[in-house]
């Protein structure tokens, strides 16, 4: 998969990348909006984004990147699971909500599930695009009968002799 990360704790951000990037490619960022300008420029499979930042926080990560993609995945981390950052990690639909420090197999579980999830939509459009294929095809073929039972009847009720 294909990680955007972004959390202004440097040395958080190394160590979170240094065990996904063994399974995935993470592209890390201290800066937000650097990395909402990466995000313009890629795809990106899921944003793991630290909640309390200097310039903005996750929420505002979380809907800035919803206004570029509807169906863009964020997972928010943070140190400080409050209740009113649950409501507000909750109304916002962020994928999940991690504490820090991030338990790995928590994290991962998270990022298999959006794994599978992608596979499942993609073979749900891939299905969808043989379906139009086929659809197209017996388009094709049902014109074509129509045409030969047109032209069938057009000469067996238009031949000399034979009534209409």
Same mark, same amino acid.
């Given at each position: 998969?294909?990680?955007?990360?972004?959390?202004?704790?440097?040395?958080?951000?190394?160590? /979170?990348?240094?065990?996904?990037?063994?399974?995935?490619?993470?592209?890390? %960022?201290?800066?937000?909006? @650097?990395?909402? =300008?990466?995000?313009?420029?890629?795809? %990106?499979?899921?944003? +793991?984004?630290?909640?309390?930042?200097?310039?903005?926080? &996750?929420?505002?990560? /979380?809907?800035?990147?919803?206004?570029?993609?509807?169906? $863009?995945?964020?997972?928010?981390?943070?140190?400080?699971?409050? !209740?009113?950052?649950? +409501?507000?990690?909750?109304?916002?639909? $962020?994928?999940?909500? *991690? &504490?820090? !420090?991030?338990?790995?197999?928590?994290?991962?579980?998270?990022? =298999?599930? +959006?794994?599978?999830?992608?596979?499942?939509?993609?073979?749900?459009?891939? =299905?969808? $695009?043989?379906?139009?294929?086929? %659809?197209?095809?017996?388009?094709?073929?049902?014109? =074509? /009968?129509?045409?030969? *039972?047109?032209?069938?009847?057009?000469?067996?009720?238009?031949?000399?002799? @034979?009534?209409?």
């Amino acid at each position: 998969m294909n990680i955007l990360l972004i959390d202004d704790d440097e040395s958080c951000l190394k160590s /979170l990348a240094s065990i996904l990037n063994l399974r995935n490619t993470c592209q890390t %960022f201290t800066m937000p909006k @650097k990395a909402i =300008e990466m995000y313009k420029q890629s795809v %990106f499979d899921v944003v +793991i984004t630290d909640f309390y930042m200097p310039d903005m926080n &996750g929420i505002q990560v /979380l809907q800035q990147l919803r206004s570029l993609n509807h169906d $863009a995945k964020v997972v928010i981390m943070t140190g400080y699971l409050d !209740p009113d950052t649950i +409501i507000s990690v909750m109304n916002n639909r $962020a994928y999940a909500l *991690l &504490g820090k !420090p991030l338990i790995i197999d928590e994290l991962m579980a998270t990022l =298999e599930r +959006i794994e599978q999830e992608n596979r499942e939509r993609e073979r749900v459009m891939n =299905e969808h $695009a043989n379906l139009v294929l086929e %659809f197209a095809q017996l388009k094709i073929a049902f014109e =074509e /009968l129509l045409d030969m *039972l047109k032209n069938w009847a057009s000469k067996k009720y238009n031949s000399p002799g @034979k009534p209409p």
